[in-house]
């Protein structure tokens, strides 16, 4: 994977991180208020699952398409273009009345976030040194999850005493945030224009900030941004078939919650926004203390191990949630649920910053969004019929034990895929072989990072770390990389 040759642009990463805090803090205020709108309107588990899936489905049926905008198409261009089209669709939802117009502008909406979450995901590793990339994803990640945070408080504030246009208005507003991080962020990938020499390492070609950007032929005559599919490397399908499974059995939770805490468990509005805000607030704790160990995992198979790990945390956090009989008890438990969470968007991040070469970086995140994505539909539409059928408490409990029996089920198949790389590593070690040959024999190709001290680098010695971009969220740019606890 690619970084920029000269020193980071903390401006440019300040930019992007104050957008995403902004953006996201409206993008949950306008989730939560219309979720508590629906549930105090009398609709059903069918309604919220209907709204869910509408802000869900364009991330994963356009992913092939916005993946290769993200590495064709100008950054600057497609910021300011998405973010001027979401504000006028949120503008417009605001006023719409009528369920069927609502689902449809919400569908619409999330067309412009399945755009600029792979800019925007793509934008933060181009801005920095591989050094600095912990740092600034961390960053990143801190903006989204306060604007996370402070969303569904506010609403469950708002909500009750002005109703849900309001939350909606401010949503709007939050896209223009978007549409000025377009505007002031020097750093561009995709497209073509001239050259910025401090970006392409002296290069003054005048096409791109990266050579490669566009596919562009590597060392030795490759193309490894043309070629690079998600299927050839095993250790990447593991994490996504694995993420992917756990988000599908716990997924439900996102639509059972709103009814569990009001009604089972009684709580207000505001009450449900600090309960669903606690999780969040676990996601930036774990962040950040998981940004820090993951610079001891130099062995990516024990990466995506540590991941599952924290994932199963997650699920035994939704389980013993079933318990509570209080709502204010949620609090300690989502905290730590989301800890777990944070720590694994972690090493997801850190896996693809290592793994996916810099030309196909907009796809990557399109393609495991859209994954993501995919397998939360399934959970959005699965808690929508069984809220027909049985009460909300026993089916958090469902959701729990469900999510804890897929991380077991994966366990096995993991560790083979950990065994089969380390195997095309020793193989490259001792034949001396390019280890793009040793991954086709193994069933692995078209990286362009090599074994380096038994790490998985684009450089000798490069210590590459990333933080995820928090929930799961069709609303919130560079969403998709966390549990399906929190995929809203």
Not at 400 to 415: D, I, K, N
Not at 434 to 441: G, I, N, Q, Y
Request: hydrophobic share 50%; proline share 5%.
């Amino acid at each position: 994977m690619s970084f920029t040759s000269a020193s980071t642009r903390w401006a440019d990463v300040w930019f992007a991180t104050a957008a995403r805090g902004i953006s996201s803090c409206g993008d949950f205020l306008a989730a939560s208020a219309l979720t508590l709108a629906l549930q105090s309107a009398g609709a059903g588990g069918l309604a919220v699952s209907g709204l869910l899936l509408a802000a869900t489905l364009p991330l994963v049926a356009l992913a092939p398409l916005t993946g290769r905008l993200a590495d064709r198409v100008d950054s600057r261009h497609l910021l300011v273009g998405a973010g001027l089209t979401q504000a006028g669709i949120c503008l417009a939802l605001a006023y719409a009345d009528h369920p069927v117009v609502v689902i449809g502008l919400v569908a619409l909406l999330s067309a412009g976030l399945a755009v600029t979450q792979p800019v925007l995901s793509a934008l933060v590793p181009a801005m920095v040194r591989s050094e600095d990339l912990p740092r600034a994803s961390a960053l990143n990640q801190t903006a989204g999850t306060l604007g996370a945070l402070a969303g569904p408080a506010l609403a469950g504030l708002l909500v009750g005493e002005f109703g849900a246009r309001l939350p909606l208005l401010i949503d709007a507003g939050s896209y223009l945030a978007l549409v000025a991080a377009g505007l002031l962020i020097r750093t561009r990938r995709g497209g073509v224009r001239p050259a910025d020499p401090a970006l392409t390492g002296g290069d003054t070609t005048g096409r791109r900030v990266d050579p490669a950007a566009d596919g562009g032929t590597a060392a030795g005559g490759a193309s490894p941004g043309r070629d690079w599919r998600l299927r050839r490397d095993p250790l990447l399908v593991a994490m996504v078939a694995t993420l992917a499974g756990v988000i599908g059995a716990v997924g439900a939770i996102n639509v059972v919650e709103v009814f569990f805490i009001r009604e089972t468990l009684g709580s207000t509005t505001t009450v449900y926004g600090l309960v669903t805000g606690a999780w969040t607030l676990g996601i930036l704790i774990g962040a950040w203390i998981f940004a820090r160990l993951a610079r001891r995992f130099a062995d990516d198979g024990a990466l995506l191990g540590a991941g599952l790990a924290l994932l199963g945390g997650c699920c035994l956090m939704v389980l013993v949630s079933a318990a509570v009989p209080s709502a204010l008890l949620l609090v300690p438990i989502w905290l730590v649920g989301g800890v777990a969470n944070g720590g694994d968007n972690v090493f997801n991040n850190l896996l693809l910053a290592r793994r996916v070469p810099e030309a196909a970086r907009g796809r990557a995140y399109a393609v495991f969004g859209a994954a993501v994505q995919g397998a939360a539909m399934v959970g959005y539409l699965v808690g929508g019929l069984l809220l027909a059928v049985a009460e909300p408490r026993p089916l958090v409990a469902t959701c729990g034990v469900a999510g804890v029996l897929v991380v077991a089920g994966f366990a096995v198949p993991l560790r083979r895929a950990v065994r089969a790389e380390r195997a095309a590593v020793r193989r490259a070690t001792v034949t001396g072989k390019p280890v793009d040959e040793e991954w086709t024999a193994a069933g692995r190709s078209g990286t362009t990072t090599r074994p380096t001290e038994g790490r998985w680098t684009d450089e000798p010695g490069a210590d590459v770390g990333s933080t995820g971009p928090g929930r799961v969220d069709p609303r919130s740019p560079g969403a998709g990389l966390a549990t399906g606890r929190s995929a809203r």
